[in-house]
């Protein structure tokens, strides 16, 4: 009878040679897989490091080629920065604040002839970078509506940073409005407890 002869045979293919075919298709997609593939991947991680890296080199240069400027920012705002601290009350406590604004009050006072009753130093307040200290002083009777005000105006146009916030004046006969008496709180300002 007939042989069948399978289909490679007849093609002249022999077990060995399919053999021999198959694995090296098997190989070449293996090397694809696991040579080739790695190294494209691994190309293209390179390059967007060496774009990211370009990128900040480029704004290293810009901050170095800008240089002259943001030092001379910097320096302005050093300078304003010193002109504030002067203006603010010298001292590390809030006591010790409080004390040196009393003394700008006695001075104050003794310019423009108001006679103090008393001081009384109130709890201070933080406020973010600043401490708002307080002295709340009591005026003897004054007959002089001028020096009262020169006083107010002294204390508001002082070199530190001070104002009156709080002010009750009491005017002892209405119909000769000669003797007044009170009380101001005056606050000034000095550095917080924050660092700058």
Do not use: C
Not at 3 to 9: A, E, G, L, S, V
Not at 112 to 128: A, D, G, H, T, V
Request: net charge positive; aromatic share 10%; glycine share 6%.
């Amino acid at each position: 009878m007939f042989k069948r002869r399978p289909f490679f045979k007849k093609m002249g293919f022999s077990q060995r040679k399919i053999f021999w075919v198959f694995l090296g298709i098997v190989m070449v997609i293996l090397i694809y897989f696991f040579g080739v593939q790695p190294l494209l991947e691994a190309g293209k991680r390179t390059e967007e490091k060496i774009t990211l890296k370009r990128r900040v080199l480029l704004k290293y240069d810009e901050f170095v080629k800008n240089r002259k400027v943001i030092e001379e920012e910097l320096d302005r705002t050093l300078k304003v920065y010193d002109k504030v601290l002067q203006r603010l009350l010298p001292g590390e406590t809030p006591q010790l604040g409080a004390v040196h604004l009393q003394e700008i009050i006695k001075r104050l006072s003794e310019k423009n002839n108001i006679q103090i009753r008393s001081f009384r130093i109130l709890e201070p307040k933080e406020m973010n970078y600043y401490r708002k200290v307080s002295v709340q002083i009591d005026l003897n009777p004054t007959q002089s509506l001028f020096s009262l005000g020169q006083l107010i105006h002294d204390i508001e146009q002082h070199e530190k940073e001070l104002m009156i916030t709080e002010m009750n004046l009491l005017v002892m006969n209405p119909r000769m409005p000669t003797h007044i008496q009170g009380s101001l709180v005056i606050s000034g300002w000095m550095k917080g407890g924050k660092t700058k």
